[in-house]
């Protein structure tokens, strides 16, 4: 079974830091997303990203969000000036063929605790 | 807007009882619905996926079934073992706009006692 991995697995930072959180997609899956869940709430969409470029971005997803695949494989999420309100689980999901068809395989998360 | 529900959130049932989730989504424009379990603190794993023109889906003791008329799906699972304890999500995809990004309901947490 392919694995999306995700490091760190837990982050605690100071708030007004910057974070940069990765993902390791499956490899030859070409449509990426970030999702967050807040502690007892919805899994929510951030941002898709296909062909190095954002394809759609939710109302969360403000100027101090963004992502890059820095080096074509890894695919990050940064986040500068963390607010007590971004802590959360963060989820990296991606897959290979049309997003109409194909299954969405996740990441284990990483925790973001801001205090 | 669209919307997923889950009902009910918290489920408890003995070992070997047959058992079913439900979900329901407010807009019909779906072309897939997808079926994930999420154990404590961990990621999420997909179970089935039910593309809108199909009625079912079946892995093993797991069964889905989406009717888009009603905007229900049911996540069946037949047999219960104490390791189907978890939370069990649904999530739409959704037509217009860049297609890919999932609506997720909160979840119903099923507890398998032994």
């Known amino acids: 079974e392919p694995e999306v991995t995700q490091t760190p697995s837990h982050q605690v930072t100071q708030m007004g830091q910057e974070v940069i959180l990765r993902c390791v997609p499956i490899s030859n899956h070409l449509y990426f997303y970030w999702y967050r869940q807040i502690l007892g709430q919805k899994v929510e969409f951030l941002v898709s990203?296909?062909?190095?470029?954002?394809?759609?971005k939710s109302e969360i997803f403000d100027d101090q969000f963004s992502v890059e695949r820095p080096d074509g494989s890894n695919f990050t999420l940064k986040i500068r000036s963390t607010k007590l309100e971004d802590s959360a689980m963060y989820f990296c999901a991606n897959h290979a063929g049309s997003p109409t068809e194909e299954t969405q395989y996740f990441g284990p998360g990483t925790r973001l605790l801001v205090l | 807007k669209q919307e997923v529900t889950q009902i009910p959130a918290a489920l408890s049932v003995p070992e070997g009882e047959n058992l079913v989730l439900n979900c329901s989504f407010t807009?019909?424009?779906?072309?897939?619905l997808q079926w994930f379990r999420q154990d404590p603190g961990k990621g999420l794993t997909s179970l089935l996926l039910i593309q809108s023109s199909q009625r079912e889906q079946t892995s093993g003791r797991l069964n889905a079934s989406l009717d888009k008329s009603s905007g229900r799906s049911t996540l069946y699972i037949a047999a219960s073992q104490p390791g189907d304890s978890a939370t069990y999500l649904c999530a739409g995809g959704y037509y217009g706009g860049s297609q890919g990004n999932l609506i997720f309901g909160k979840g119903t947490k099923l507890s398998v006692k032994p």
């Open positions: 807009d019909s424009a779906i072309y897939n």
């Open positions: 990203f296909y062909n190095n470029e954002i394809s759609e």
